[in-house]
């Protein structure tokens, strides 16, 4: 696997894989864990946000896409064609994002 992972995930990923095994929960590691926690996280990468965004900078996206919906005129009829997503489709998309 050639793609970046994010070595906090991995890690995380091994440890929880080696600890199913140990316990006897689940058999399906090789001689490395490190490929079946690589192949997990290729998997989580299209439903987790990047791991490096803290809470806080969620947060400071989600009061940004509210305040940039709020203003007419800043987000006016050419927004939608310039991000893909209406104001409804930003609302619902901020309401994702942690409050604090």
């Known amino acids: 696997m050639n793609e970046p992972y994010n070595a906090t995930i991995i890690q995380t990923l091994i440890g929880a894989l080696e600890e199913l095994e140990r316990d006897d929960d689940v058999i399906l590691l090789g001689p490395?864990?490190?490929k079946a926690a690589e192949k997990i996280a290729s998997k989580l990468r299209s439903v987790v946000p990047n791991p490096g965004?803290?809470?806080e900078e969620m947060h400071?996206?989600?009061l940004l896409i509210l305040h940039a919906i709020s203003s007419k005129s800043f987000?006016?009829?050419e927004m939608p064609t310039l991000t893909g997503f209406t104001?409804?489709?930003f609302q619902e998309?901020?309401?994702?994002l942690p409050r604090e």
């Open 75 to 77: 987000f006016d009829w």
């Open 32 to 34: 490395s864990p490190r």
């Open 60 to 62: 400071g996206l989600r």
């Open 93 to 96: 998309i901020a309401e994702k």
């Open 87 to 89: 104001a409804t489709q």
């Open 53 to 55: 965004l803290t809470p």
